[in-house]
């Protein structure tokens, strides 16, 4: 089992920066993917990235291309979304999710991750 829990989520102004993080318990994340998903209110939830914790690839859905980057601390056993340039658009409440998915994979729909945090709220004002 893999308890994941994420934290920095807040209110931001457009154009602000927010870094949220996923700290993992219960297993070292070797071989897994690590995903962040978000759901705003009204709308399906929507892949945002993920980053293979062996290989270290990642892959981003368009729209934060460029704004967002995906990372990982080995030694914290957490994950991180630097989100930069914010939008309006990008807020959402925001989930980190794993999949022991072997040492390439980069998946990206909701229903191929095992474990999911609670979620962090991200507002950002116009």
């Known amino acids: 089992q893999v308890q994941l829990v994420e934290s920095g989520g807040g209110l931001v102004q457009a154009g602000g920066s927010l870094k949220l993080s996923c700290a993992a318990s219960g297993r070292t994340l070797r071989n897994y993917a690590m995903g962040w998903f978000r759901q705003a209110p009204g709308k399906d939830s929507e892949f945002v990235a993920v980053i293979n914790w062996s290989s270290g690839g990642t892959y981003y859905t368009d729209s934060v291309k460029g704004r967002f980057t995906i990372s990982r601390d080995n030694a914290k056993n957490t994950v991180y979304l630097q989100m930069n340039s914010l939008k309006p658009e990008d807020t959402a409440v925001y989930y980190c999710?794993?999949?022991?998915?072997?040492?390439?994979?980069?998946?990206?729909?909701?229903?191929?991750?095992?474990?999911w945090g609670q979620g962090t709220q991200v507002t950002v004002s116009s």
């Open positions: 999710a794993g999949k022991n998915s072997g040492r390439i994979s980069l998946p990206t729909h909701i229903n191929e991750y095992d474990y």
